[in-house]
């Protein structure tokens, strides 16, 4: 990548080609940050950010070129003014955590240990803090992938991030493998919208919906081999749909949103998980036993999966880490 100064080419920084396939049609994204900008290839970051040689505000227009070396360009679609909001999510990102974090530097310098702690179990305190960390982690995940954006203005978000339990419990389950909280977000969105009631009424559709977030943030594979993802949504109603009709283990009532990531990243399908349990022999058919390895006998078909009678575990659920 070149950048011009005047009329001379000058300061190259030179990164990896993307790989290009004949005949497909690719997106190039540029995001032009306050001191430097940005490439992503069908919303994937290119390896490096190009710093600029003159400063933006000097910037009086923008030429596009191309076709050296034997490329040509088939076309060229300019975004409409419609998707600037959407281009400047990674500024805005950047400056809702640097405001979040001038914030609590304001609250907290000078102050003694016990006055920063109580700010931290204070309730606007809890809330704070937690924001700064979840938007610093989203933050770094739109520096990744243009497309991972979400938005402010929803009503649902907006409950989400304003709510110490819902945020407390999103926070404190486990990690998410590549930090995709916008995932899991538009997922604990989607599980708020769609139940007639208010899930933080229900303490445990809260802990089942967050685990089910976190979980799927990044798609869950069949465990049969076959193409294809687990789908969040039949095995969130699922399970509770189970846990009403009585076919659980009592202890699935009291797991954490962190146990439950356990259960609900199994990568068996819902016939299987009822298979499971209903083959599970007698003396292995209790709490005690899951997490140990058992055979499973029937009509001549053997599945070696973990004990999971209840559907509460099985050899695919062992890293809630997804």
Known sequence: MYTKKGRSWTHDVWGPYPEFQHG???????????????????????????????????????????????????????????????????????????????????????????????????????ITILSWKLMSLIQSSMEQEFDSYLDFNDGTLKKILSDREILEMLMTSGDVRKNKYVAALKILAEIIRQDPQDITADSLKLRLAVATALTHSRPVTKGDGTPGIIDWRTVYKAYLRWHEEGQLYQCFDDFTAWHLRYVIATRLKNDEIVWTRENTPKNNNNPTKIGTEVCLHTEGITKTEFQSSAGLMNSTTINPER
Do not use: H, Q
Request: charged share 30%.
């Open 24 to 126: 497909e049609e690719f997106r190039i994204t540029i995001v032009l940050m306050d001191s430097y900008y940005r490439i992503y290839f069908n919303g994937k970051i290119w390896k490096y950010t190009y710093p600029y040689y003159e400063p933006l505000s000097a910037v009086k227009s923008l030429e596009l070129s191309g076709g050296s070396g034997g490329f040509t360009w088939d076309k060229i679609v300019m975004p409409g003014e419609e998707k600037a909001a959407e281009y400047a999510k990674p500024k805005e990102m950047k400056e809702k955590v640097d405001n979040l974090s001038k914030d609590l530097t304001g609250k907290l310098i000078d102050k003694s240990f016990p006055e920063i702690r109580s700010y931290a179990n204070s309730t606007k305190g809890t």
